[in-house]
């Protein structure tokens, strides 16, 4: 069992910056793959980004502005978000996919096992 709890959210002006981290539990960590996806009210849940060893994936919307990074030592994964603009505003969510033999960098939310309970973005204009 993966336990992940997110922080980090706030309110900020467009064109400002908040890095978001979630900190896992677990002694496998460093093994899982692990994802950001966010959802605005009354929106699908979308695909950020996502982490395993070196590789990482991003959604086109992101691309440029958001990173990825993890510290396998303090099993702790970061979202690095500039650049933000209103449309950024949701909730934002980690999410840990274990038991991997290889890299698999998946976009869909129904392949990750493992979901924080959220922190909340708001983007002000």
């Known amino acids: 069992q993966v336990q992940l709890v997110e922080s980090g959210g706030g309110l900020v002006q467009a064109g400002g910056s908040l890095r978001l981290s979630c900190a896992a539990s677990?002694?496998?960590?460093?093994?899982?793959?692990m994802a950001w996806f966010r959802q605005a009210p009354g929106k699908e849940r979308e695909f950020l980004a996502a982490i395993m060893w070196s590789a990482t994936n991003y959604a086109d919307s992101v691309k440029g502005r958001f990173t990825i990074s993890r510290d396998n030592a303090k099993n702790t994964v970061y979202l690095q978000m500039n650049s933000l603009k209103p449309e950024d505003t949701a909730a934002y969510y980690c999410?840990?996919?274990?038991?991997?033999?290889?890299?698999?960098?998946?976009?869909?939310?129904?392949?990750?096992?493992?979901w924080g309970q959220g922190t909340q973005v708001t983007v002000s204009s």
């Open positions: 999410a840990a996919r274990g038991g991997l033999a290889r890299v698999v960098l998946s976009t869909l939310a129904r392949d990750y096992d493992y």
């Open positions: 677990g002694r496998t960590f460093s093994s899982y793959a």
